[in-house]
């Protein structure tokens, strides 16, 4: 590429992008888009202890890795043993109740394909529920949410966070607190889009991957968006590609341990955008 097409590519991508901050400390670019052939919805990213990955669950009921000596995803696991008609260029959301697909739950009365009906009528089915993987309990700890759509524990373990996708906000419910009884729940702030997943990086902020809200706030509509979170609930940066055209329908934010990268899912797109901060 010669320097008068980088150049232009670096001023259309930083106009594509852009923080809203009060005090604007960092414009990201595109490092990588990282496609995955014949499937979609990488939603939910990890990675692991060694900070390997990330890994992701896809349409087709199959967890990837991205192997980065292989530049590719490889198979890591599947959800369900039957795998006939599973994978291969086809609609999955006619499979994926038998085929699998590694999602989130956040109604009682619609299934995973179904998501947009939970906004539309209101549905307040959604629960946190809690786990113990020593006895393999599980109980129910909070309901009566709509559409509780991602989960992240903060402040040292003493509350957990709840994205709420209607009602455009976060929610935390206290496991303890010296102001709040253990159980309570009260707003952690209200979010200029519809909340997906939530998550902590290394200095106790949180990332909070939106859609912008219909009919919302101009400052704030675009195709690509996410806000990071400071430990009380202040939103200090607002990330947007308003021309869709890097990344869009955000589900996840991740950001590396070193800081140096920002890894985006997506319930739609066919691939993970890495971006470098």
């Known amino acids: 590429m010669g320097n008068g097409n980088f150049y232009s590519a670096a001023f259309l991508l930083i106009g594509m992008l852009t923080w809203w901050t009060q005090n604007p400390q960092r414009i990201p670019t595109l490092s990588q888009r990282l496609s995955i ?5 990488p939603e939910s990213l990890a990675f692991d202890p060694a900070g390997v990955g990330p890994y992701t669950g896809v349409s087709d ?5 991205w192997n980065a000596t292989l530049n590719s ?14 994978e291969g260029p086809h609609d999955h959301t006619q499979t994926e109740a038998r085929c699998g697909r590694p999602l989130g739950l956040s109604s009682t009365r619609f299934p995973r394909k179904d998501y947009q009906k ?3 009528t209101g549905d307040n089915t959604g629960r946190l529920m809690e786990f113990n993987p020593k006895t393999k309990a599980v109980i129910v700890i909070a309901d009566g949410l709509m559409f509780p759509n991602g989960v992240a524990v903060g402040g040292n373990g003493d509350f957990v966070l709840i994205t709420e996708t209607t009602n455009g906000r976060v929610l935390r419910y206290w496991l303890r607190s010296r102001k709040l009884a253990a159980g309570k729940i009260d707003v952690f702030t209200e979010l200029p889009g519809n909340p997906d997943n939530i998550r902590g990086n ?16 101009s400052k704030y509509s675009g195709l690509g968006m996410a806000a990071k979170l400071d430990q009380n609930g202040k939103i200090v940066e607002v990330l947007l590609d308003k021309s869709g055209a890097v990344w869009r329908y955000a ?26 901060v």
């Open 73 to 86: 995803w490889v198979n890591f696991a599947v959800t369900t043993p039957n795998r006939s008609g599973c």
């Open 202 to 217: 290394k200095n106790g902020e949180f990332w909070v991957a939106m859609n912008a809200k219909s009919g919302g706030n």
């Open 251 to 276: 589900s996840e934010v991740d950001e590396e341990r070193k800081g140096e990268f920002l890894w985006i899912g997506s319930v739609i797109e066919s691939a993970v955008v890495k971006l470098r």
């Open 37 to 41: 052939p014949g499937a979609s919805g």
């Open 118 to 120: 939970v906004i539309s």
């Open 61 to 65: 009921g199959r967890i990837i890795k």
